[in-house]
C-alpha cells in the first residue's frame, strides 16, 4: 500500500464512492501530500467540508474531520478557526457548494481575510445529484437541467475569490499534480483566506453530457490548454482565448482576521472596558 | 405599608421617555422597591411616538404591564390624546404646559412647563426627559432626591452629568412653582 | 455583581447569564427583538477573551456556532422568528451530530416579518419540529428577568450534558423588560460541562454507548483524538451507513437520549394548584398574566391556578395527564392561535374539557381576557 494512504487515509472507510476516472481522488491524494511535505501534525489539521462530491472527501482522511450542511463549510469553517486559532483549518468544496449556495459566506470569509486554505474541488456540474448544471459549468455548456445548453454566465473562482478580499489564489489541475501540491502547501502556509480553484474531471456527467470523452480524454485537455500564470503575462488575449490559466494568480499580505480578533482580546483585557 | 405605582411616560421618539422610565426605575430600586419597566417600540428610532412604563411597588410584581395607569405623563399631544384613556379616575396627569387636556380628563391634572424650560432656561433640548424626570418625581415622590441623581448620572454620559443635574433640579423647581 | 440587586433587561440577562454558564462565542445577525443579545455579548465576549462575530447571515451564524462548539468552546446565538426559519437546518445537524449550542428565539409577530417590535409565542411548534426529520430537542421558555438568567444557565447545561441543540424561548415582553433582580451567586448553580472520553484506546468509537440513556463523550477537535462528524446518518465509529439496522440503533439512541432522561430536563413552575378546580396551562410571559388572572379569580372565590412547563420540550407530557385527572377544566392561554394546546388536548385525552383562549394580534394576553376564559368557559 501506498505509505500516504497508509498514513493519512482511514482504512476502515475505504473505499472511497468516487466513480472511476473522477478527479477528486487525485486532488485528495495531493491534499495529504501537501500536508505531508509540511509536516503537520495530523491532529492540528482540521478539515472542514460541505455537501456534495466534494466535500466526501473529508471523511476519509485521519484528520479532524466535519462534513457539514450544503455550503456551509466556509462558515463552520470560521467558528473552529476562531475559537481555535491552532488548527491549520483547511475547507474542501465544490463548485456548487462554495459558489452557489454558499456563495454568502465565500465572499465574506475572503472579505474578512480569516486565515483557512479553501480547496475548491470544482467539476463544472453537480454529480451527486446526477450532473444539473452548476456556476462554473461554462455558457453553452450541457447537464440534466440545462437540456438545451445553459444560458448562464459563469463564475471564474478565482477572479471571484481576489474581487473578495482572497489574499492567496491560485489554480490547480488534476492533471498538474506537482503544481497543485505546491499550490496547496502555500496555501495551507499563508497567513490569510487562500482559495485554489482544484479543476477537477466528471467523465460521468459533465463529460459524458458535453462528448468530452473518456477521464483520460479530459486530463489531456488540461495538459493541452493550462498555461501557467507566469506565462500568461506574456500572451495575447487571441493567445489566451481557449486557455486556462493555472498557478498563483494573486498573492498579497493584509491583516487576517484571528490575528486581529487576538489584538482586540489584548486591548479589552487591558483596560480598555 | 405597602406602596404601588403604575407610571406612564409617553411622547415622541428621541425625547429620551424610555430612558427616563428606566432611571425612575433604578432610583425605585435603589429605594428598595420592586421594580418592573417596559416600553412599546414603533419601528422609527426618531419621531414616532413612543411609550414606557415602570411599576413600582413594594411587594412582588406579578403581572408585568400597565392596564390602568396611576399616572400618565405626556410630553406631546398626540401622546396625551392616545394614552389619557387608560389612566385611573383617582389618578393623575402630567402633561407638558403647551399641551390641551382633553375633555372627558375630569382627574387631578399637573402642568410643567417642561418644553419651555427646556428651550428657554437650559438651551439644551436633549435633556427633556431630566427636566420632566424631576418633575415627575416632585409630585409622585417614588424616590429620594439622592437615589434619583445617583440614577441619572449612571445613565447618563460623563460629560453631561453636570447639566443633567441642572436640568434635574429645574425640573423640581416646576412642581414647587 | 452577585447579591447586588440590578435592573436588568431579559435580553441583557440572557447575555450575562450565558457568560455565567461558560458561553465564550457567540455569533448572529442582526434582527428585532433579539439585537440587545448580541450588542451586548459583542461588548462583554472579548474582555473575557471570548469571540464575538456578526456573521453574514443566520445561517452562517448558526453554523459558526457549531463549528465553535465543535472545537470545544460553549457557544450561542439569538435570532427571532425569519432568522429561526433560516436557522433550522443547522439545528437539525446540531441535533444529528450531537454538537451542543443554544440557540436564542425572542419571538415576534409572524408569519414572515409580521409586527418585528410586537410580542408573540408563535413558534412553539417550530421549536419541535422546525427541522427536517425525527430528532432530539430542548426547548425552554423563561417567564421573567431572573429566570432568564438562571434558565439560561439550565439551557447550557443540559446541551452539554446531552450534546443537544437547546432552543431558548424567549418573547419580545420578556426580552424587552427590565426588572430588578439579584444575580446569583454563583455557588448557588451549577455549571455543568461536556464530558471528556477516557484514555483513547485503539478502538475508540465516539459515538458509542453503553446504553441509549448515556450520552457519546466527543472530544473538542485538536485534543488528539481524530474522528469524523457527519449530518449523514453514521455509525458507531461516526462514519456514513445505510444498514437498515444501523440507522435504527442510531435514531432510537438519538431520540432515547432525551425521552429516557426527560425527569431531569422537564422543569414546570405551578401556581395555587393544591386545591385548583381549574387550570391555566401557559408559557413564559404569559405565565404572568395568568397568574394575575388567577389571583383575581381567587377574590372572586373560583379555585383556578397556574401550570407553566418552563421545559417546552420535551412537553411535560406525564405531568398534564395527571393534572387533568385532578382539576374540572384547563384553560391553555397562549400568544398565538393554537400551539401548546395541540399538546395538552394529546396529554388530556379527554379527562376534562379544554378551553383555548389565544392572541395573536402583537398585544399582550392581558390578565382579564384569561379571568374571561376561566369564568365563561369562553371558547
Same mark, same amino acid.
Request: hydrophobic content about 25%.
Given at each position: 500500500m501506498d505509505p500516504l494512504v497508509k498514513k493519512y487515509f482511514r482504512q476502515d472507510m475505504l473505499p472511497h464512492i468516487y466513480c472511476p476516472g473522477c478527479g477528486h481522488g487525485t486532488l485528495m491524494k495531493d491534499l495529504v501530500k501537501a500536508v505531508d511535505n509540511l509536516g503537520l501534525e495530523k491532529d492540528q489539521v482540521c478539515v472542514v467540508s460541505g455537501i456534495g462530491c466534494s466535500s466526501r472527501s473529508a471523511g476519509y482522511m485521519d484528520f479532524n474531520t466535519i462534513h457539514t450542511t450544503h455550503g456551509r463549510a466556509i462558515a463552520v469553517a470560521t467558528g473552529i478557526k476562531l475559537a481555535k486559532p491552532e488548527l491549520r483549518v483547511i475547507v474542501i468544496t465544490g463548485d456548487g457548494d462554495a459558489t452557489a449556495i454558499g456563495g454568502n459566506h465565500f465572499i465574506h470569509a475572503a472579505r474578512r481575510n480569516i486565515d483557512m486554505a479553501v480547496l475548491v474541488f470544482n467539476n463544472n456540474i453537480y454529480g451527486m445529484t446526477g450532473g444539473q448544471y452548476s !456556476? /462554473? /459549468? !461554462? =455558457? #453553452?455548456d450541457f447537464g440534466t437541467t440545462a437540456p438545451y445548453g445553459s444560458i448562464d454566465p459563469s463564475f471564474d473562482i478565482p477572479t471571484l475569490a481576489k474581487a473578495a478580499g482572497a489574499t492567496f489564489v491560485a489554480r490547480g489541475t488534476v492533471f498538474h499534480t506537482a503544481k497543485t501540491i505546491r499550490l496547496m502547501e502555500r496555501a495551507i502556509l499563508h497567513k490569510g483566506f487562500s482559495v485554489i480553484d482544484c479543476m477537477s474531471v466528471c467523465p460521468t456527467y459533465y463529460g459524458r453530457k458535453n462528448k468530452k470523452g473518456d477521464a483520460a480524454d479530459m486530463i489531456r485537455w488540461q495538459r493541452d490548454h493550462c498555461v501557467d500564470s507566469a506565462d500568461a503575462k506574456l500572451m495575447s488575449p487571441d493567445e489566451l482565448e481557449d486557455k486556462l490559466i493555472i498557478g498563483e494568480t494573486f498573492h498579497r499580505n493584509r491583516a487576517e482576521y484571528t490575528s486581529d480578533y487576538q489584538e482586540l482580546i489584548d486591548r479589552c483585557k487591558g483596560g480598555a472596558q | 405599608m405597602s406602596y404601588n405605582l403604575k407610571f406612564r411616560f409617553a411622547g415622541s #421618539?428621541?425625547? #429620551?421617555v424610555i430612558l427616563g422610565t428606566i432611571i425612575l426605575a433604578e432610583a425605585a430600586l435603589a429605594e428598595g422597591y420592586q421594580v418592573v419597566q417596559s416600553q412599546s417600540y414603533g419601528p422609527e428610532a426618531r419621531g414616532g411616538s413612543c411609550k414606557a412604563e415602570i411599576i413600582v411597588s413594594s411587594e412582588e410584581i406579578v403581572f408585568p404591564k400597565i392596564e390602568t395607569a396611576d399616572c400618565l405623563a405626556a410630553l406631546t399631544q398626540k401622546a396625551l390624546d392616545q394614552y389619557i384613556g387608560s389612566v385611573a379616575p383617582d389618578g393623575i396627569v402630567i402633561a407638558d404646559s403647551s399641551l390641551t387636556i382633553p375633555e372627558s380628563w375630569h382627574g387631578r391634572t399637573e402642568k410643567i412647563d417642561v418644553i419651555s424650560t427646556v428651550y428657554?432656561?437650559?438651551?439644551? !433640548? =436633549?435633556t427633556v426627559n431630566i427636566v420632566a424626570l424631576g418633575a415627575i418625581n416632585a409630585i409622585l415622590g417614588v424616590a429620594g432626591d439622592k437615589a434619583l441623581e445617583e440614577a441619572v448620572l449612571a445613565r447618563v454620559p460623563k460629560s453631561t452629568g453636570e447639566l443633567n443635574m441642572r436640568a434635574l433640579e429645574e425640573g423640581r423647581k416646576l412642581y414647587k412653582k | 455583581m452577585s447579591g447586588k440587586r440590578v435592573l436588568m433587561q431579559g435580553n441583557e440577562a440572557c447575555v450575562e447569564g450565558a457568560l455565567a454558564a461558560g458561553m465564550r462565542f457567540y455569533a448572529g445577525y442582526p434582527i428585532t427583538p433579539s439585537t440587545e443579545i448580541a450588542e451586548l455579548s459583542a461588548l462583554r465576549l472579548p474582555v473575557l477573551g471570548g469571540h464575538f462575530i456578526q456573521m453574514e447571515d443566520e445561517i452562517g451564524s448558526m453554523a459558526a456556532v457549531i463549528g465553535a462548539s465543535v472545537a470545544g468552546t460553549k457557544a450561542m446565538t439569538a435570532t427571532s422568528g425569519p432568522g429561526f426559519s433560516l436557522k433550522q437546518e443547522n439545528i437539525g445537524y446540531a441535533a444529528m451530530a450531537e454538537v451542543p449550542c443554544v440557540i436564542v428565539n425572542v419571538q415576534r409577530v409572524g408569519p414572515s416579518t409580521g409586527m418585528p417590535t410586537s410580542t408573540a409565542q408563535g413558534d412553539i411548534m417550530q421549536c419541535r419540529w422546525g427541522t427536517h426529520g425525527d430528532h432530539p430537542v430542548i426547548t425552554i421558555a423563561p417567564s421573567s428577568v431572573s429566570e432568564v438568567y438562571t434558565e439560561i444557565i439550565r439551557a447550557f447545561n443540559l446541551s452539554e450534558k446531552y450534546r443537544v441543540p437547546v432552543i431558548f424561548l424567549m418573547d419580545e415582553t420578556v426580552g424587552h423588560m427590565r426588572e430588578g433582580i439579584e444575580i446569583p451567586d454563583p455557588d448557588s448553580y451549577q455549571v455543568i460541562d461536556r464530558a471528556m472520553p477516557d484514555k483513547k484506546g485503539d478502538n475508540w468509537r465516539p459515538f458509542a454507548v453503553d446504553s441509549e440513556k448515556d450520552v457519546p463523550k466527543l472530544p473538542p477537535f485538536g485534543m488528539g483524538w481524530r474522528y469524523h462528524i457527519t449530518g449523514l446518518t453514521h455509525d458507531e465509529r461516526g462514519y456514513p451507513t445505510s444498514s437498515p439496522e444501523k440507522s435504527a440503533a442510531f435514531i432510537s439512541r438519538l431520540m432515547n437520549k432525551l425521552a429516557l432522561n426527560r425527569d431531569d430536563i422537564i422543569s414546570c413552575d405551578s401556581y395555587m394548584l393544591e386545591d385548583a378546580d381549574i387550570a391555566v396551562i401557559c408559557i413564559g410571559s404569559i405565565g404572568r398574566s395568568a397568574k394575575e388572572a388567577v389571583n383575581r379569580a381567587r377574590a372572586k372565590g373560583i379555585k383556578a391556578g397556574v401550570f407553566r412547563p418552563v421545559t417546552v420540550w420535551p412537553f411535560p407530557d406525564k405531568e398534564v395527564t395527571e393534572l387533568a385527572k385532578k382539576v374540572k377544566r384547563i384553560v391553555v392561554a397562549e400568544q398565538n392561535c393554537g400551539q401548546i394546546v395541540l399538546e395538552v388536548e394529546r396529554c388530556v385525552r379527554g379527562a376534562c374539557p379544554v378551553t383555548f383562549k389565544g392572541k395573536a394580534n402583537g398585544s399582550m394576553l392581558m390578565p382579564d381576557e384569561i379571568l374571561a376564559a376561566i369564568e365563561g368557559g369562553e371558547n
Open positions: !456556476p /462554473t /459549468t !461554462p =455558457m #453553452g | #421618539g428621541g425625547q #429620551g428657554d432656561v437650559l438651551k439644551k !433640548p =436633549m | -
